[in-house]
């Protein structure tokens, strides 16, 4: 049993057997939301999954909280930007230009990123909501009784510690940050009016459109609040039964939508799980004032990343599913986030771990084909590898190894007239260039984007006369028994004979013998040779793929035939 079967059983209960199941997640497009994030929406999904496995209804809705105020302007966005701060998400306009609005520009590669995933999901704005009044009758119940939730939110704000381990941590708040917001209004100053102060609710600015405002009064009578705006001076009113001008404050509105939507189900970041968090809070709050119990969850560790220093992420550094699905097959992404439960905490590795988790899911997926192994770990290949919609996710028809692959990416330069030629001599006779995809775009990029300068393979141009000039006797017998016998037209076998051969020849052994001691010993200073001749190193791709990826007549005019 695994943690999505455990999940998916509490988020039955929670619904009651027979009823339909709402899991659901929510997340700020406040900027790139990367791999961290991405357990938000992808836990709820494979609960969803399973559930649909079970014959279950279920929902997996999603919330964006794009009518969040817009909090600081990164680095790389005009200076001018911070005229925005204060407003909603949807309302700051995008300073790429290639959307409606700030927000829009931040859900959109990571839906692309869901689509290709085969994350389907009932996604909502709560700007839509929000302005076309869905909230109306709940928004109205919460300040009606603002005084039982302030009450649970000082019992909480006394009880708070010392931040979480993490707080100090940069890397940990920006984390945070993109997936909820807590915009608890600040602390009244001294002789303030704490209830108004308090208050659960917080318009934007008619007049500016920002959340600068003070409350001043409200009156429960006509529902009228009135407010003054510290960023523009403006001083007005709003009439909560008839404007939609505004929203709960953050640690209100996550309860309210838990019962709005009916959610049974919904992961949190460990950051919302300390004293006093949002959770905590709306635990209390869900029950005592909306009438729902809070959903069943799972809190979820954080995401760390390797090998991306050499990356120009969107993230500024911190990767998105984009940037894997750059490197990774969609099966492989959304096994490295199922094969561990959500509270473990992972690293994604971007740099030569790539090819040992390629081999290890090929590994696994040979396993899984097998019924008799079934497994937890083949129930997460089978749990990555399809989806009850999208069905089984793309994968190469002729799965070569992604090492193969990235090496003869390497050098080849992307010509996928030889990148076929390799791939047929080694091993793979009937293979297009078609049946390595998608694996062989993700090798092409791997290799581009990951691997660095310094261990990529630069073919010579010309001959290294010097080094040619000055071999030892051993080394001119080598090269004049490998140009000897190295075929015109060759496959990986015959080409990896002679590779391996040349140094056995020279011992007066045949291709076939074992190799003595001796023989190792001068194959390992055989190939450093053909490396130095070939690229100018003194190691590099499998030789035989060398030799077949640079054609016979190359290789004869480097080694100065
Ligand atoms: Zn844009
Ligand atoms: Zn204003």
Redo the contacts with the bound molecule.
Sequence with gaps: MDWVTRAADDAVRHAGEGNLVTVASGASPSGPIHLGNLREFITPHFVAEELRRRGVPVRHLHSWDDYDRFRKVPAGVPAEWAEHIGRPLTAVP?P????DSWA??FK?PLQESLRQLGVEMEEVSQTEMYTAGAYREQVLLAVSRRDEIEAVLARHRTKKVAPAEDASDQEAADLADSVANDDEAPAPSAGGDDAIARFPYRPYCRECGRDTVTTTAYDDATTTLSYTCSACGFSGTTDLSTDTDGKLVWKVDWPMRWAFEKVNFEPAGRDHMTPGSSYTVGTEIAPSIFDWRAPARVIYAFVGFAGVQKMSSSAGGVPTATDALRVLEAPMLRWLYVRRAPTQAFDIDFGPAVVRLYDEWDALGRKAADPEKADVATLAWHRASATASAGTLPTPAVPVPFRTLSSVADVTAGSAALISRIVESSGFPHASVDDLEPRLTKAMQWTAEHVPASERTTVRETPDTARLSSLSEDEELWLRIFLDRLPDDGDLDEVTAVVYGTPKVARGLGFDDAPTDEVKADQKDFFRLLYNLLVDADRGPRLPTLVLALGTEKVRRLLGA
Excluded: R, T, V
Aim: charged letters at 25%; one cysteine or more.
């Design positions: 995008d790429w230009e290639c959307h829009a520009h959109a």
